[in-house]
Nanobody, 134 residues
Framework: QVQLQESGPGLVKPSQKLSLTCTVS??????????WNWIRQPPGKGLEWMGA???????YVSPSLKNRTSIFRDTSKNQFSLQLSSVTPEDTAVYFC??????????????????????????WGQGTLVTVSS
């Protein structure tokens, strides 16, 4: 059973950097054909795909967040991380990490703004609320 757990601060000030880490257990983030995603859900809105890191370490970020987002991994700890810079209150959301297939990731690259379905991903973290406020 694969388990994912997000960690990071719950409160970030405007203009600062949001940093989250997802720790994976029960499976390796280098396992072939899987991609490890960051998805967020602002209050009252749908799920938004932010980006992912594939099994080979390649990273992909939604064009709408490309200039502010980086995703990286630490294979020795079986973790992958998200950094979102220059945050504003609009970045307030529940942030999830989730496992999907690389096939799904490829389809997302053509339509990164497509509303996300939870069923596209087979394992999810519980989510962590990040509030951007001074």
């Amino acid at each position: 059973q694969v388990q994912l757990q997000e960690s990071g601060p719950g409160l970030v000030k405007p203009s600062q950097k949001l940093s989250l880490t997802c720790t994976v257990s029960g499976g390796s983030i280098t396992t072939s054909s899987y991609a490890w995603n960051w998805i967020r859900q602002p209050p009252g809105k749908g799920l938004e795909w932010m980006g992912a890191i594939a099994d080979d370490g390649s990273t992909y970020v939604s064009p709408s967040l490309k200039n502010r987002t980086s995703i990286f991994r630490d294979t020795s700890k079986n973790q992958f991380s998200l950094q979102l810079s220059s945050v504003t209150p609009e970045d307030t959301a529940v942030y999830f990490c989730a496992r999907g297939t690389t096939e799904r990731l490829i389809s997302l690259l053509f339509r990164p703004d497509l509303p996300q379905e939870k069923t596209w991903y087979d394992y999810w973290g519980q989510g962590t609320l990040v509030t951007v406020s001074s």
